[in-house]
């Protein structure tokens, strides 16, 4: 007999609403074991689209992509991140190379300067430009990396605790300010601690081996 049907014929109405389902009522809440979850994972793990169905998602795509500039919705894109948000699984997730170049390429095609919505005519000062540049991340990689992200004068080495301080000051010395021998590694409390004493301009090497000394 038909679904929502009673045994003498009549029409009971449509007893499968939404959460509504008698049948696997017993089933809510259940969660699959880890060894499950690996068989299920496993057996999709071979899984291969047609040939018609690659087809289909690769113009919707490209469809999407000449419609808006970018593959997927805003709405889409809020439902990823909120997805992504509530996944333990993807914090912290580091990106191939080839990923960041591509994500790098469209936010300077779509986002920089005029095509991004924060965009206020350029006026941004050139020196926070500058110390927001990829230059002066990739300066400070080479930094910590000489000196094995520890600090040179208490020899903290915690994570994310770690300045790379220019030898000669940034603003006087535009000419060393990627120069690798120019810099040295400190933590945040000593390097707050050198400038408290020092200044943050006019800043000497003879100035730093005096603080590393003492």
Not at 5 to 19: M, R, T, V
Not at 51 to 69: T, Y
Not at 88 to 98: D, F, L, R, T, V
Request: charged share 30%.
């Amino acid at each position: 007999m038909p679904s929502g049907y009673k045994k003498d014929g009549s029409y009971a109405g449509n007893i499968f609403k939404k959460g509504n389902h008698p049948k696997t009522e017993f089933n809510k809440g259940y969660k699959h074991s880890d060894e499950t979850i690996k068989k299920i994972i496993k057996s999709r793990k071979w899984y291969k689209h047609s040939d018609i169905s690659k087809e289909r998602m690769k113009n919707a795509r490209l469809e999407m992509k000449e419609k808006n500039g970018f593959i997927n919705s805003s709405e889409t894109r809020e439902k990823i991140r909120i997805g992504l948000l509530k996944n333990k699984n993807a914090m912290g997730h580091k990106m191939s190379e080839s990923g960041g170049k591509s994500i790098s390429n469209f936010n300077r095609k779509f986002r920089s300067e005029k095509n991004c919505h924060f965009w206020k005519g350029g006026i941004t000062p050139k020196i926070v430009k500058i110390r927001n540049s990829m230059e002066i991340r990739l300066w400070r990689q080479s930094i910590f990396c000489k000196e094995n992200f520890t600090c040179q004068k208490c020899n903290d080495n915690t994570g994310g605790n770690l300045n790379a301080h220019h030898i000669h000051n940034f603003s006087d010395f535009p000419e060393l300010r990627f120069a690798i021998d120019n810099g040295i590694t400190l933590c945040k409390t000593c390097h707050k601690n050198f400038h408290s004493i020092y200044g943050k301009k006019n800043n000497t090497k003879e100035q730093l081996l005096h603080f590393l000394k003492n």
